[in-house]
């Protein structure tokens, strides 16, 4: 059932309060214009009464009564009054009017048509005292016109809200974490469970089609499709949108009971009908066809939204699978690498066997030695052959355009997407509302821009948290400043302060000194990588101790550019 | 006293097993290089070596890698997998033996630790 929302309800409490200080308004000037039956004072309880009745009732859901109430305080209103006077009669088709406004889910749109005629039968009664005149059978036509006016309005206004309930229902699914590879069949099964409940259409399968260069592609549909052919039917498309029981395969088998459906010019839908009545299928759609190509839009841009995230998919494993390459070179060259150090090992060990050998007394010995020589002189040729395959292996390895690892994309960003990105980072890592994030000169500089590889910073900062989580003791924080240029602060307080506070101290003065970077590369005194990617993306990174509070700072400069 | 060495890089390790046929073994064993599984030729053939060291890799041509050999010694006469062990340059061969159930089967790894492969072959060719 559709929810009303909050807005909704008060909405709807404001035109019924509306009307019905209209009907009083209204009965007000009648009483004002015309001589009535009673005192003014009868008058003014009977709408004292109405006017209470109404606001008693208001909140509950006394939908009928009200109406009925409605219509006696117009009847006594119209107490012997003129009906032959527009204005008068006018008066009793107001709640015949009003009726788009009341709620959808309760409204009758018969009730008040006979709510009216009984009403004003009793009214002409009363004043002609003459059941059996023609003048209640034009009367009835009249309003009965009228009713079938508002009829239309109730349908058309009816499968609004059916529109709507279906998309809630598509909605909450998308909202829902349902991890599919697509969500596309569960939305083929919502829409034809209510079609089928809602408006009696039994549609059996929904497949769908991309328009491309002159062919068609399957996407996501309701049953397994692996082979189609649209026969004649691909001609009809280029002329119409909309085509009934043509002649097409599906699977190789023939169906003719179908509504196919061009939309947007670059999808098809196909709907598979009930077999046993052709044309009702063709009526269900044209009455329920503003529905359908709605839905139909809607889906045709969750399709192209799962295509996106599909191109992203195969992007990302396509550069998972550079990286797997590369490790995979890595480990082929450590099998290579201990293949060819073997002469190179045996040829040292060779030459002291040798030595010792040769210098001692026994001849055999001596003998010996001058055997194993031979064998020493050839084992140097292939030491010496085996250490130039190492040195132009280790050139391979270490030469950094080749790994993936390191590629860089920039691009120019906003300092204010740097901040999302960061401050997402840090409130999932400790599960923050991120409130205690300090920022400075925010709104006067966020959307002054830099040039940065926005993963790899994400990738920074994922290490640096991770060293902020390991190493403080629970006081961190994060800080802002979009001056110039914009600069992070980390600061946490260090645990174990008087255990660690020499090691620190030591790498903070090897990680600050940008003469050393390649010496501290090398011997990884911890945070060294930081420093070194940090160092390819153009980002002054230096640390300081705060020794009287015992905290650890990072700071981060990222330069602005234009 | 015939041995087989199954090895793709025969001139990797050549001159090693020269000089330990030469210091330890008083050029007494005749060392055969094979660098194919086909070069083994029938399997029966292993009868006639006391010593089989198997490099797991073997060359691009050869019909089966060292695994695959060792299964089929195993296959023929488990009694012949004790004169057999491995000399690789990967690490994981050891556990991949582990796995297929040939613990027992001793594994040194590349590059030649010359002492440690010597005291291998005098264990296994002294029983």
Avoid at chain 1, 490 to 503: A, H, L, P, W
Avoid at chain 2, 85 to 99: A, E, H, M, P, R
Wanted: charged share 25%; hydrophobic share 40%; net charge positive.
């Amino acid at each position: 059932m559709i929810s009303l929302t909050n807005t909704e309800l008060i909405i709807k409490l404001l035109t019924s309060v509306l009307f019905r200080l209209l009907i009083i308004c209204y009965a007000i000037f009648l009483l004002t214009i015309q001589t009535s039956t009673f005192s003014p004072y009868v008058y003014f309880f009977i709408s004292l009464i109405y006017l209470m009745f109404y606001l008693v009732t208001l909140k509950k859901s006394f939908n009928f009564l009200r109406t009925i109430v409605d219509f006696i305080y117009i009847g006594l209103i119209l107490y012997e009054k003129d009906l032959s006077i527009f204005y008068n009669i006018i008066f009793i088709v107001f709640p015949l009017l009003n009726s788009p406004n009341h709620t959808r889910t309760k409204r009758n749109p018969w009730q008040l048509y006979f709510l009216t005629i009984f009403i004003l039968f009793i009214l002409l009664y009363i004043n002609t005292e003459n059941i059996f005149s023609i003048e209640y059978v034009y009367i009835t036509i009249s309003l009965f016109v009228i009713n079938l006016i508002n009829l239309f309005e109730y349908k058309r206004s009816n499968l609004r809200n059916k529109l709507l309930n279906i998309y809630d229902e598509i909605d909450d699914f998308l909202a829902s974490n349902h991890y599919k590879s697509s969500q596309l069949p569960h939305i083929y099964e919502i829409i034809q469970k209510k079609f089928y409940e809602e408006m009696n259409f039994n549609i059996k399968q929904i497949i769908s089609f991309k328009i491309k260069n002159n062919g068609l592609t399957i996407k996501n549909s309701s049953i397994f499709v692996h082979h189609w052919n649209f026969g004649n039917a691909i001609q009809a498309l280029e002329e119409s949108s909309v085509l009934f029981n043509e002649k097409i395969q599906i699977n190789s088998l023939e169906n003719s009971n179908n509504i196919i459906l061009k939309i947007q010019k670059k999808y098809i839908f196909v709907l598979f009908t009930d077999e046993t009545n052709r044309l009702t299928p063709i009526i269900k759609f044209l009455t329920t066809f503003e529905i359908m190509i709605k839905l139909l839009e809607k889906l045709v841009s969750i399709i192209e939204f799962e295509d996106r995230l599909y191109k992203r998919k195969t992007l990302t494993l396509k550069q998972l699978n550079k990286h797997m390459n590369y490790v995979s070179v890595i480990m082929k060259s450590t099998h290579f690498l201990s293949n060819e150090f073997s002469p190179i090992a045996s040829y040292f060990d060779l030459k002291d066997k040798y030595f010792d050998l040769k210098n001692s007394s026994d001849i055999q010995q001596i003998e010996v030695a001058s055997q194993l020589l031979l064998i020493l002189e050839d084992e140097e040729k292939k030491a010496k052959e085996s250490l130039n395959n190492i040195h132009t292996k280790i050139l391979q390895i270490l030469n950094k355009n080749e790994n993936p690892f390191k590629t860089k994309e920039l691009e120019i960003v906003k300092f204010s997407v740097i901040f999302m990105v960061i401050q997402r980072l840090w409130t999932t890592k400790f599960s923050t509302t991120g409130e205690e994030i300090e920022t400075q000169n925010f709104d006067s500089n966020s959307d002054k821009k830099c040039k940065v590889d926005i993963q790899a910073l994400e990738f920074i900062f994922v290490d640096v948290f991770e060293n902020v989580r390991k190493y403080s003791e629970h006081e961190k924080h994060l800080k802002f400043d979009f001056g110039t240029d914009l600069v992070i602060v980390v600061s946490n307080k260090i645990k174990e302060y008087k255990k660690n506070k020499i090691e620190l101290d030591k790498t903070v003065t090897n990680f600050n000194n940008n003469d050393r970077i390649e010496i501290n590369k090398r011997n990884n005194f911890g945070l060294s990588h930081i420093k070194d990617h940090t160092q390819d993306l153009d980002i002054d990174t230096s640390i300081q101790l705060d020794h009287d509070n015992k905290l650890f700072i990072m700071k981060f400069v990222i330069k602005t550019k234009d | 006293m015939e041995i087989l060495i199954l090895e793709n890089q025969r001139k990797l390790i050549e001159n090693a097993f020269k000089a330990i046929n030469l210091l330890y073994f008083n050029n007494q064993l005749k060392i055969n290089y094979a660098q194919t599984s086909q070069e083994l030729g029938a399997i029966e053939n292993i009868e006639k070596y006391k010593l089989i060291i198997i490099d797991i890799d073997l060359s691009i041509n050869s019909k089966k890698d060292g695994i695959a050999i060792i299964k089929d010694i195993s296959q023929y006469n488990e009694e012949e997998l004790k004169k057999v062990f491995v000399l690789t340059g990967s690490t994981k061969v050891k556990d991949n033996l582990k796995i297929l159930g040939f613990q027992n089967i001793p594994v040194l790894t590349k590059p030649i630790n010359m002492e440690e492969v010597k005291n291998l072959m005098l264990k296994i060719l002294n029983k």
